[in-house]
């Protein structure tokens, strides 16, 4: 796999030879990425494979017209042609008036923040495998168990570059390592299956398999015979694995290419207080080690540190070049890349801050409820606001986790949830988009 430098080498290759083909503008970035994986099931090794990619993306802007395409083909005759084609289509293309290259005064200059992405640990197949067994036995072994679907363990390193006419260029290397484990529990009619797993960008970071595979072990059992739920309004928690999704849809509420589509249901609510005053979710591109850790966005500008929601009310919109062209906004450093097409835009590691009471006591007084483990469908819709999901998880009897409940719906709107929304104090920064268990109340259910 080619290394940050060579990629960013190619990168800036690319760019100068689109403006010999005729570019006013071009953009290039590299992508390159290696894994490799071993999975087990009921103890035996079940499948090795290691993956390599590499792909370069090329945009450019002839006046106000402007073209996109990509490439797996590294070879200078390869970015020759890619170069010409590119060009080509841009001359083809219609005007644009917000598409762009940002400003040199917006662009990440400096050192910036030494993030750690990379441990540099490359684990062997026979450790890979014997993490992977060490997860599936641990999830075998929670009493309640009666199948497998596998454990597993794997190692990733990527490479991104960008080089822009601007003068922007940059590269970074990083790397990820992930245990998992997924299992079956009861018999028949009342198999349920659920799975647990992690992923840090430090092998050192994860904890012991062991306690992913007891942790999907637990999670299976606990699905077992579940049953429906009287419909009505009732308090809904959420686990944390599933109520990320909650912030996700905020987040892409506010992303500032929505907001030009008018395509969002925060418009008009900027100024609104949105939840709680005592809510705060938060924005670290800079945290070490993290998941979604970056310096600069994917049009080369700076990623900082800030707040998305203090006080209950959101600090805007989160730009790209164009969005911030056409609502006259500032760059946010919210641009995100794949390897071809236009920016998008996408957030760094976020958080929405614990609370104060633990997940016992924010359930304590509720005397009939529902503890949302699982989601199911695509019932959003962030033009409207309105939220409607199929569920699973447990009833909340007396302050009590009870019964497993399934093949129930639950509705609302978002501006509803986000004002009833009450953390507890269970946080952990292991996601990139992490949120501690909470409660929203009022929330319609439908079972029988």
């Given at each position: ?175 990820s390592h992930t245990f998992s484990a997924s299992v079956v529990a009861g018999e028949g ?20 398999p062991a306690g992913i595979g007891q942790e999907a072990g637990e999670r299976a059992v ?144 509720i005397e009939d409820g529902l503890f949302v483990t699982d989601l199911f469908g695509q ?70």
């Amino acid at each position: 796999m080619i290394g940050p430098d060579t990629a960013l080498a190619r990168c800036q290759d690319l760019i100068q030879l689109a403006r010999k083909m005729g570019a006013d503008e071009a953009d290039a970035v590299a992508r390159a990425s290696a894994s490799e994986s071993v999975g087990v099931r009921l103890g035996a090794l079940e499948e090795v494979e290691r993956s390599e990619s590499e792909e370069i993306g090329l945009r450019v802007f002839v006046g106000r017209r402007s073209a996109s395409i990509s490439t797996s083909d590294f070879a200078p005759e390869g970015l020759k042609l890619l170069a010409e084609r590119a060009v080509e289509m841009a001359r083809l293309a219609p005007e644009d008036p917000y598409g762009g290259l940002a400003p040199a005064d917006a662009l990440f200059s400096g050192d910036g923040v030494d993030l750690d992405l990379h441990d540099g640990v490359d684990p062997s197949p026979e450790e890979l495998r014997e993490a992977a067994l060490a997860a599936e036995d641990a999830a075998r072994g929670v009493a309640g168990v009666t199948n497998s679907n596998g454990g597993s363990a794997s190692a990733s390193r990527s490479v991104f570059a960008l080089a822009a006419t601007n003068g922007f260029a940059r590269g970074y290397s990083g790397g990820s390592h992930t245990f998992s484990a997924s299992v079956v529990a009861g018999e028949g009619a009342d198999k349920q299956t659920d799975y647990a797993y992690r992923t840090q960008r430090h092998r050192s970071d994860l904890p012991d398999p062991a306690g992913i595979g007891q942790e999907a072990g637990e999670r299976a059992v606990r699905k077992v015979r579940p049953v429906s739920i009287p419909s009505g309004k009732m308090p809904v928690v959420f686990d944390p694995r599933v109520g990320g999704g909650i912030i996700g849809h905020l987040l892409g509420a506010m992303s500032a290419p929505s907001i030009a589509r008018k395509a969002s249901f925060l418009i008009g609510r900027e100024d609104e207080q949105l939840f709680d005053s005592a809510i705060r979710i938060a924005e670290d591109p800079q945290r070490l080690r993290g998941l979604r850790s970056r310096n600069y966005d994917g049009e080369g500008v700076a990623s900082v540190p800030r707040d998305l929601v203090s006080n209950g009310r959101i600090f805007g919109w989160l730009t790209n070049v164009a969005s911030a062209a056409q609502l006259d906004l500032s760059l946010t450093g919210h641009a995100s890349r794949g390897g071809g097409g236009s920016p998008g835009v996408a957030a760094g590691n976020i958080s929405l801050a614990a609370g104060e009471a633990s997940v016992a006591e924010l359930i304590a007084d509720i005397e009939d409820g529902l503890f949302v483990t699982d989601l199911f469908g695509q019932g959003v819709n962030l033009v409207t606001g309105d939220y409607s999901r199929g569920a699973s998880g447990l009833r909340i009897r007396n302050g009590e986790l009870a019964e497993p409940v399934a093949e129930i719906t639950i509705a609302g709107t978002l501006p509803e949830m986000f004002r009833a929304l009450v953390p507890a104090s269970d946080l952990e920064l292991v996601r990139g988009l992490d949120v501690p268990t909470f409660r929203i109340d009022g929330m319609f259910v439908a079972g029988q």
